[in-house]
């Protein structure tokens, strides 16, 4: 069965640090990883990886994915309050035929609480 | 572009009830596919559905059923409810596969609790 883990699930900063999120995954035929923010209620995409040592960045968040030891980070630099949400990672995997078929599996995801 | 919307957002019924979720992609996403939350488990797929097909499905049962109209929009029926059946419902369109670019945007979920 596919699995996917995330740790640390919860993490406590202050405005300004820097926190490494982590997400290890073991699937068959794997396709993607990806990257979701969730605030309230709609997960938003934040980034997909598919090839190893690529970094992605979008302003102050970046990730990185390593297909031999299985497993992705996700860095945010100076932390901001608006940074407080549930972090997923989601692994995609061929189905029959070759394509994805809109699954995901998702990780247990990751509470990160900025503190002023 | 109107984004994903789901209806109703809010459910609340009782054990042993029957109850249909909605879902409408955001317009000219032919793929929808649903996910169950709760804290226990996190985000579980359920099934996608493309062109009023089912493609995938995940591991519940069968009182978990769907399905797609010929405009896209899709709906999720859940039958006997359980206490177990409480959590935040999720939907996802995306255009095509997600390599190409079929990015899946999520609605903003329907809650059900069932009492």
Redo the contacts between chains.
């Keep these: 069965e596919d699995k996917v883990v995330q740790s640390p699930l919860s993490l406590v900063v202050h405005e300004g640090d820097t926190v490494t999120l982590n997400c290890s995954y073991e699937v068959t035929n794997f ?2 990883l ?1 990257w ?1 923010k969730q605030e309230k ?5 934040l980034f ?1 990886l ?1 090839s190893s040592g690529i970094e992605k960045k979008s302003g102050r968040l970046s990730s990185i994915l390593d297909k031999k030891e299985l497993f992705s980070i996700l860095n945010i630099t100076a932390t901001q309050t608006g940074d407080s949400a549930i972090y ?1 990672c ?1 692994v ?1 995997v061929f ?1 029959a035929g070759g ?11 990751t509470i990160l609480t900025v503190h002023p | 572009k109107a984004g994903v919307t789901q209806t109703p957002r809010y459910l609340i019924k009782t054990r042993g009830q029957q109850v249909t979720l909605s879902c409408s992609p955001i317009s000219g996403h032919r793929s929808v596919s649903w996910y169950q939350q709760t804290p226990g488990q996190g985000l579980q797929f359920l099934f996608e559905y493309f062109s009023e097909t089912q493609r995938n499905k995940g591991n519940f049962p069968g009182r978990f059923s769907g399905r797609q109209f010929s405009n896209s929009r899709s709906e999720m029926n859940v039958s006997t409810l359980e206490l177990g059946d409480s959590a935040l419902y999720l939907c996802a369109s995306s255009a095509g596969p997600l390599l190409a670019g079929g990015e899946q945007f999520f609605g903003p979920g329907t809650r059900l609790t069932v009492l």
């Design positions: 396709r993607s990806l979701y209620k709609a997960p938003t995409f997909m598919t997923l989601a995609e189905g394509t994805s078929y809109g699954k995901l599996t998702f990780g247990q995801g």
